[in-house]
């Protein structure tokens, strides 16, 4: 499996319930990013590492959101005190440069749904 | 107003026929462009770069104008396959995150 994993693959989580959602990136690539994508809309980025340098958390929400990347590969997006409009598939993408205009390689995505 | 901006369509095109998509961006800083295109329930996947010069893969070219900050995509002889939604794309200078439009849903019908 050469791709970004990311597991699980679907997750329903009561209202205050916190969730945690994990992202292995290809082999090697530095560049790591979340992005969230709400029903109809494109992926809005929330945070980016190089390595295990977190160096970009600008488009997370809210302080519940919170993202690691200890060993500078596998990466973890957590959520705590999960609300409603947190439903949506979290995408995580991998690079293999730092650069701008490096193409980004995406997981197929947890999709979260708070009840 | 959003950083990039698409018409979400859905274009519906019988096979065989030209479409084309535009896609405005309010950076004028920004510096890469880029299509992706995605399947309904799959991940984003990397369909062409856009180039200053314009540039073409196979039945797909992209245009780019930044006088007037819009890009385009143009498909030639439309196939089943082509049904998805594509995302324009742009990175802007000094900032390693991509910032993704809305998207167009592109519904190819036999």
């Known amino acids: 499996g050469a791709g970004v994993s990311q597991s699980p693959r679907y997750k329903v989580a009561k209202r205050g319930q916190d969730v945690a959602l994990r992202c292995d990136p290809i082999?090697?690539?530095?560049?790591l990013f979340w992005y969230q994508q709400a029903l109809g809309q494109g992926p809005e980025f929330l945070t980016y590492?190089?390595?295990?340098?977190?160096?970009?958390k600008s488009g997370l929400p809210s302080d519940r959101f919170f993202a690691e990347r200890p060993e500078g590969s596998v990466s973890t997006l957590k959520i705590q005190r999960t609300q409603q409009e947190d439903s949506a598939v979290y995408l995580c993408?991998?690079?293999?440069?730092?650069?701008?205009?490096?193409?980004?390689?995406f997981g197929n995505g947890t999709r979260l749904t708070v009840t | 107003r959003k950083e990039v901006e698409q018409d979400p369509g859905p274009f519906n095109v019988p096979e065989g026929a030209t479409v084309a998509f535009n896609c405005t961006y309010s950076?004028?800083?920004?510096?890469?462009f880029f299509w992706y295109r995605q399947d309904c329930r799959k991940e984003p996947k990397l369909l062409m770069s856009?180039?200053?010069s314009g540039n073409e893969d196979g039945r797909f070219t992209a245009q780019l104008n930044r006088a007037s900050q819009y890009i385009s995509l143009l498909i030639r002889d439309s196939k089943l396959s082509d049904s998805a939604t594509y995302l324009c794309?742009?990175?802007?200078?000094?900032?390693?995150?991509?910032?993704f439009g809305s998207g167009t849903r592109l519904q190819v019908q036999p």
């Open positions: 794309v742009v990175n802007e200078a000094g900032r390693r995150a991509l910032t």
């Open positions: 082999s090697g690539h530095v560049s």
């Open positions: 590492f190089q390595n295990e340098a977190q160096l970009d």
């Open positions: 993408a991998s690079s293999s440069r730092q650069e701008g205009n490096s193409p980004l390689h």
């Open positions: 950076n004028s800083a920004s510096q890469s």
């Open positions: 856009v180039y200053s």
